[in-house]
């Protein structure tokens, strides 16, 4: 496995669970503890109890998405818990952090080898051969890259697949914030012309922002600096709660990651050699789907290798990845359609007389379209 980020190391957790023997070679010194918090939809929460992976002590349960106008008319409402009661996983919103020491704290001891840089692999010997920067190659029988957007095993596998932006940026943090959202079970997401802004608890008192803009407004190369002026400038004059989270934010709470995205390809590697999570699959943060779709890759590996002998290896990696690609297309697909998700393409009439079962059926299927842990 090339990688220690969610996909890595839920992904090592599920080949361990198969009887694999598993080594993670991760870059960092440290396993990344950085970052905000991720929303766990109920396929992510599903794949990750196939895995045997508890989150329900984490973070906060979330029981309603809500969609609003820049000042404040509702939408659409998502009745996100009658969705986990109907499936039997809940959706929640986890600090990213406690999500990677929950999986990493699973691993046995020898499993997380840090500081190995792999430069690059080759898929097509007897067995996959890793090269890592200053120590010897690795030979394995199965070779997984989960190395995120950038990922080098891609490069190595698949050199013409390089994600490009689409423009828009996300600005984020997760800070304390004095407002009774911080422990409410509610997501509020906000679109107008400025872009779109996204809400929730997180757990632990914090409270997860984030502000996306689109193409030519504040690209990540700007940098924190001066930014949250910027943003105060845009958002400032949106509904509640929005200039109470702006006022109280200092550049230095401010992240920025330009969006990516790619075409979700058929086939993902080559040989032994197969891709989980961003690696596979990159796509903007628009729908809070990449941790979410990391996990169900590294469910579904997991059951396309169950019992499977060396000489079926390769057809039950290319099976793997046919399934999933059928599964998270549509979902990086609409992902990268910022325009249709602040609204613009859609009447905001339509959006407000749509019942919140019709809602919950249009969230609930691309959820359970995209699961493959929900689907058993
Ligand atoms: C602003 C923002 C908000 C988001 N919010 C959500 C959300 O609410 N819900 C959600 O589901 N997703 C969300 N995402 C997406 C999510 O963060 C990613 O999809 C997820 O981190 C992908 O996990 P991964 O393990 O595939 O890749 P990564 O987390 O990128 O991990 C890759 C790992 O590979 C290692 N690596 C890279 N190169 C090498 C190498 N050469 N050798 C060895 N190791 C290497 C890296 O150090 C890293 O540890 C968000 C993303 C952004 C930018």
């Known amino acids: 496995m090339v990688g220690g980020g969610p996909a890595g190391l839920a992904a090592a957790l599920g080949l361990l669970a198969g009887g694999h023997r ?51 008319r509702p939408l659409m409402r998502v009745p996100l818990g009658d969705l986990g009661r109907r499936v039997g996983t809940p959706t929640t919103s986890v600090l990213r952090r406690r999500l990677v020491e929950r999986l990493a704290g699973l691993l046995p001891a020898d499993v997380l080898r840090l500081g190995a840089r792999v430069d690059g692999v080759e898929p097509h010997g007897r067995r996959p051969l890793v090269h890592l920067d200053g120590a010897p190659d690795v030979a394995a029988d199965l070779l997984v890259g989960a190395d995120g957007e950038r990922s080098p095993v891609r490069r190595s596998v698949r050199p013409g697949a390089v994600p490009g932006r689409t423009g828009w940026t996300t600005w984020q943090g997760c800070t304390r914030v004095d407002h009774p959202l911080v422990d409410d079970e509610r997501v509020l997401f906000l679109t107008g012309p400025a872009g779109f802004c996204d809400l929730q608890p997180a757990g632990e008192g914090l409270l997860q922002w984030s502000f996306s803009t689109p193409p030519g407004v504040l690209p990540a190369a700007h940098g924190p600096r001066g930014a949250a002026a910027v943003l105060r400038a845009r958002f400032g004059g949106w509904a509640d709660p929005v200039p109470a989270v702006l006022a109280a934010v200092a550049d230095d709470d401010l992240s920025g990651w330009d969006h990516r995205t790619a075409p979700v390809p058929s086939v993902w590697g080559a040989g ?28 579904a590996l997991a059951a396309a290798l169950r019992g499977v002998g060396p000489s079926d290896v390769v057809r039950a990696l290319r099976g793997y990845e046919a399934r999933r690609t059928r599964q998270v297309r549509p979902v990086a697909v609409l992902a990268g359609s ?16 749509l019942p919140d079962s019709w809602a919950l059926g249009l969230w609930g299927g691309m959820v359970r379209r995209s699961s493959a842990a929900l689907a058993g």
């Open 338 to 353: 910022e325009e249709a998700i602040t609204h613009r393409a859609l009447s905001r009439g339509v959006m407000r007389s």
């Open 22 to 72: 598993v080594t993670v070679l991760e870059r960092a010194a440290a396993l990344r503890r950085t970052g905000g918090a991720v929303t766990l939809s109920s396929g992510g929460t599903a794949a990750l109890a196939a895995l045997g992976v508890r989150v329900d002590d984490l973070g906060r349960h979330l029981e309603v998405l809500e969609s609003r106008t820049e000042d404040g």
């Open 272 to 299: 032994a050699v197969t891709l989980v999570g961003d690696a596979a699959h990159v796509m903007p943060p628009s729908l809070g789907q990449g941790v979410n779709q990391a996990l169900e890759d590294a469910h």
